[in-house]
Each structure stands twice: as C-alpha cells, then as structure tokens.
C-alpha cells in the first residue's frame, strides 16, 4: 500500500471518507422515511415500523461479532467489494417490496450485509492515513458518518415532498452504487489468511472478540448508551416543549460543531494523546446533556447541540482510533467488530432504557441520569483504559 504518504487527503482516502458518506446517509435517509412510508403506502402500523427498523440492528448485531473473522478469512477486498455488492442488490430490492412481509425480510437481510461493510470501511481506510496522522485521518472518516445524519434525513424528506417514494428509493440505490464504484477504484490489499489445517482448525473466542480493545469498547458501549437519549428521544422531548420545528437545526448546528472542530482535534490528538481530547470531550458531553434539561427556547436546544456535537463528536473517532491503535494490522477487522458490536449494543440498551427512564422519571432527569453516566464513564475510562495505556512499555 503507499498509504505512508505524509498526505492526508491522498486520493484514496478521499474515495474512502465519500463511500462512507454515501453508506451513511443511505442508512439515515432510510431510518427518517421508513415510518412514514410503512404507514402511508403499505398500511402498517407504528408497531410495524419500529420492527422495521428493529430487524435491521438485530442482523447486524448478531453478524457483528463474526465480522472480523469473516474479513481475516476471505481479504479485505473480497469482503469490502462483495459485501458493498450485496448491500448495493438489496438496495434495489426495496423498489420491488409491496409488503410488510417483503419488507421485514428485506430489512433483515440487509442488516447482514451493512454489519460487514461498515466494519470493513474502517481498517480499510486506516491503510491510507499516514502514522503520524492517524488521529486527525479517522477524526475526519469518523465525520462523515456523522454528516450523514443530517445530509440523510434531508435528502429524504426533501425528495418526499417533490416526488414519489419509488424515486426516493431509487436515488438511494444509486448513491450507494456510486460507493460501491469507488470501492473497486481502490488499491485494497490484505490478502485472505491461509487455510489451517484440519487438525488446528479449531473455533475459539479469539476467532470473533479482540479481547485488546474490550475496554475501550466497553467506554463506547457507555457513550453510545448515553447518547441514545439523543438520537432516540430528543425529538420527543422538543415537541413537549413546543419546538419541534427546531429540531432539524438541532443535528445540523451538531454537525457544524463537530466539522468546525474537527481539524485541530485530529491533530491534538496526534501531537498531545488520546488523554488530551477525550477528558474534554467527555466533559462538554456532560454539559451538552445538562444543558438539554434546561431547554425552553430554541437557542438553549441550539446550545446543547454544540456541546454535544464537540463533545460526542470529538469522542467517538477517538475511542475508535484507540482501538486501531491496540491491535496489529492483521487483527484490526476483529477489532472494529469488537468495538462496533459494544457500541452497537449500548445504542440498543440505551434507546429501550430511555424509554423506560423518560415513562417514570420524566425527560429532565433522564437527561441528568445521561450527564452522570458520562462523568462515570469518564472515571472508568481513566483506571481501565488511560492508566494502563500509561504504564504499558513503549
């Protein structure tokens, strides 16, 4: 690979942060319209959305765990390419579904193959940042995945408003048959791990867990936890307040946050450790959910979203780039499933849990029980990821 090029945005790393931006507002593009076209054009129920859109997490968290070993056996390239085609296929199907029984086979299927290709986008990309750059080049491949929780809904409900859902969907197929165009105009190396032989071909827990990253993927699976109060919720509690037209705003004033940060973290990151971001972003976190509590006015909802999108922002490309920098290359598929599996199960856990918290407690002391979970979060970080880190040998 001619990936230590001391240039960050190199042509394939460009091709990369694109691909990921495509997969991402596909994926959030479908998480905003789903409901509303479950409900109107097939005539399903509430309950049948969030089944919907249930059975697509429950198949990628359950091949979650076997992403990695799935990647070490067969390449990167066949997994990238092959998984990115499969994804791309069932993309078009949604054009043909005319029920809810097609619809919640689709959605299942779907989620087996989206669980590979976004654990595998995640080494592959890393072998195009430069070492010295790993923080700022993750930081930034990090960010389009958030930016496609604004460019996603957007590009849903705007094409909803001016033409028919068969376009939609039809648009959608097309960008991510654009993604998987640039991931064949990749140089993907890492060729398929030999055979063992049959008397050594046991299966252990080394085959789906990198025991390496738990720790920081256990300090993922607690942020993500708290965040589900955001992704889930925060919407619900805006209409409560009478700002519900506001919300749109929430998550684009978060994505302006993170981009305007987004290249001194990187190279903070870099030059000063992971310790030197993390503690602040876990602390402007707090603040941002805090802040939430206080909301009765829309520039207060506005304010907590730049503490949460510098905060959470800031978070997650770190803890993810920590757990690439624990493992070797070799191991660095079974690392990111790892991670994801955590995060992807803290997402689950919190948005049930929240539901649960904001029907007993209200909405404003949930957000406080979130606040307090950072801190804690923040303090086991320090004894179990950034003290050992610490003492380890260089």
Same mark, same amino acid.
């Given at each position: /690979?001619? @990936?230590?090029?001391?240039?960050?945005?190199?042509? =394939?790393?460009?091709?990369?942060?694109?691909?990921?931006?495509?997969?991402?507002?596909?994926?959030?593009?479908?998480?905003?319209?789903?409901?509303?076209?479950?409900?109107?054009?097939?005539?399903?129920?509430?309950?049948?959305?969030?089944?919907?859109?249930?059975?697509?997490?429950?198949?990628?968290?359950?091949?979650?765990?076997?992403?990695?070993?799935? +990647?070490?056996?067969?390449?990167?390239?066949?997994?990238?390419?092959?998984?990115?085609?499969?994804? @791309?296929?069932? @993309?078009?199907?949604?054009?043909?579904?005319?029920?809810?029984?097609?619809?919640?086979?689709?959605?299942?299927?779907?989620?087996?193959?989206?669980?590979?290709?976004?654990?595998?986008?995640?080494?592959?990309?890393?072998?195009?940042?430069?070492?010295?750059?790993?923080?700022?080049?993750?930081?930034?491949?990090?960010?389009?995945?958030?930016?496609?929780?604004?460019?996603?809904?957007?590009?849903?409900?705007?094409?909803?408003?001016?033409?028919?859902?068969?376009?939609?969907?039809?648009?959608?197929?097309?960008?991510?048959?654009?993604?998987?165009?640039?991931?064949?105009?990749?140089? %993907?190396?890492?060729?398929?791990?030999?055979?063992?032989?049959?008397?050594?071909?046991?299966?252990?827990?080394?085959? +789906?867990?990198?025991?390496?990253?738990?720790?920081?993927?256990?300090?993922?699976?607690?942020?993500?936890?708290?965040?589900?109060?955001?992704?889930?919720?925060?919407?619900?509690?805006?209409?409560?307040?009478?700002?519900?037209?506001?919300?749109?705003?929430?998550? %684009?004033?978060?994505?302006?946050?993170?981009?305007?940060? $987004?290249?001194?973290?990187? $190279?903070?990151?870099?030059?000063?450790?992971?310790?030197?971001?993390?503690?602040?972003?876990?602390?402007?976190?707090?603040?941002?959910?805090?802040?939430?509590?206080?909301?009765?006015?829309?520039?207060?909802?506005?304010?907590?979203?730049?503490?949460?999108?510098?905060?959470?922002?800031?978070?997650?490309?770190?803890?993810?780039?920590?757990?690439?920098?624990?493992?070797?290359?070799?191991?660095?598929?079974?690392?990111?499933?790892?991670?994801?599996?955590?995060?992807?199960?803290?997402?689950? +856990?919190?948005?049930? =849990? /929240?539901?649960?918290?904001?029907?007993?407690?209200?909405?404003?002391?949930?957000?406080?029980?979130? =606040?307090?979970?950072?801190?804690?979060?923040?303090? %086991?970080?320090?004894?179990?990821?950034?003290?050992?880190? =610490?003492?380890?040998?260089?």
């Amino acid at each position: /690979m001619s @990936a230590m090029t001391a240039n960050l945005w190199n042509r =394939a790393f460009i091709l990369c942060v694109l691909n990921n931006l495509f997969l991402f507002t596909y994926y959030f593009a479908l998480i905003a319209i789903l409901p509303i076209y479950i409900t109107t054009e097939l005539g399903g129920s509430v309950k049948e959305a969030g089944l919907a859109l249930t059975l697509f997490l429950v198949s990628s968290i359950a091949i979650r765990p076997f992403s990695g070993m799935i +990647i070490e056996k067969v390449g990167q390239k066949l997994a990238m390419r092959g998984s990115g085609l499969l994804f @791309a296929l069932f @993309a078009f199907s949604y054009l043909l579904v005319d029920s809810m029984t097609s619809l919640f086979i689709v959605r299942f299927l779907h989620g087996i193959w989206f669980s590979i290709l976004t654990t595998v986008t995640v080494p592959v990309a890393n072998d195009f940042i430069p070492d010295q750059r790993k923080g700022e080049g993750m930081g930034y491949f990090v960010m389009s995945t958030n930016l496609g929780v604004v460019f996603g809904p957007l590009l849903a409900l705007t094409t909803i408003q001016l033409t028919s859902y068969q376009v939609l969907f039809g648009i959608l197929a097309v960008l991510i048959s654009l993604g998987l165009f640039f991931s064949f105009l990749l140089d %993907i190396g890492n060729a398929p791990k030999p055979l063992q032989s049959a008397q050594n071909k046991t299966f252990s827990w080394q085959d +789906i867990v990198e025991t390496k990253v738990l720790a920081v993927s256990f300090i993922a699976l607690l942020t993500a936890f708290a965040y589900s109060s955001i992704t889930s919720f925060i919407t619900v509690f805006a209409e409560t307040k009478g700002l519900l037209a506001y919300v749109s705003l929430f998550f %684009i004033v978060f994505a302006v946050s993170m981009l305007v940060v $987004r290249p001194w973290v990187g $190279r903070f990151y870099d030059r000063k450790g992971a310790d030197a971001v993390i503690y602040p972003s876990f602390l402007f976190f707090m603040v941002g959910l805090v802040m939430v509590t206080w909301v009765n006015h829309q520039w207060m909802l506005w304010l907590s979203a730049v503490f949460i999108g510098i905060g959470y922002g800031s978070l997650f490309p770190c803890l993810q780039t920590l757990a690439i920098q624990s493992v070797s290359k070799q191991r660095m598929g079974h690392a990111i499933s790892t991670f994801f599996t955590l995060f992807d199960l803290g997402l689950a +856990i919190g948005s049930v =849990a /929240m539901g649960i918290f904001i029907a007993h407690w209200g909405f404003e002391t949930t957000y406080i029980i979130c =606040a307090i979970t950072v801190i804690l979060t923040l303090l %086991i970080y320090r004894h179990t990821v950034s003290k050992k880190r =610490a003492a380890a040998p260089v």
